[in-house]
């Protein structure tokens, strides 16, 4: 498993399931290393760093880390897809993407008028999932929330006077 932490260093760590076998990957140039996402077959963890404005990703060893996005806004959630990063900006309140295997690529809005603070994302993608309606549930360290949403869809966690969800049809 992978995982952030805040503090004195900031750092990206991993761990076996049971807790045993920690290990730190970058404890460098982070500051608010908001949320994680692992590409399975690329082996690679990706997480936002809020307060830097960046996507950064590496493999499970720590090896090549990448900056993929650096922007003036504060990045939070972030979830991928085959070949696309979904990540939320919490100072815009705005859904954005980038392509994960082409760092000059451009930034593409999903969707830019949220009005809430843009917070934790799946993606709920038909290849993953069985066909027809059926639930998804996200959790925060304030809230739980379950929505049901159709496959293919973008779901992401909003903080309005109450922690709520909502989700983006895709196709």
């Known amino acids: 498993m992978f995982f952030s932490g805040w503090g004195s260093p900031s750092s990206i760590q991993s761990a076996s399931m049971d807790g045993t076998s920690k290990g730190t990957l970058h404890s460098t140039g982070l500051t608010h290393p908001n949320d994680i996402a692992l590409d399975l077959p690329m082996q690679r963890v990706y997480w936002t ?95 739980r929330k379950v929505a049901t949403v159709e496959p293919a869809c973008l779901v992401c966690q909003v903080q309005t006077s109450k922690m709520s969800m909502i989700s983006i049809r895709l196709v």
Request: net charge neutral; aromatic share 14%; no cysteine.
């Open 49 to 143: 760093d809020g307060f830097m404005g960046t996507i950064e990703y590496s493999y499970y060893n720590g090896s090549s880390r990448t900056t993929l996005v650096q922007i003036d806004s504060y990045i939070f959630g972030i979830t991928l897809d085959t070949f696309l990063v979904f990540f939320s900006e919490w100072s815009n309140n705005t859904i954005r993407y980038v392509h994960k295997l082409d760092e000059t690529s451009p930034i593409l809005t999903i969707n830019d008028n949220l009005r809430a603070y843009a917070r934790g994302m799946v993606l709920v993608h038909p290849n993953r999932q069985p066909s027809g309606t059926y639930k998804s549930v996200a959790s925060h360290t304030r809230a």
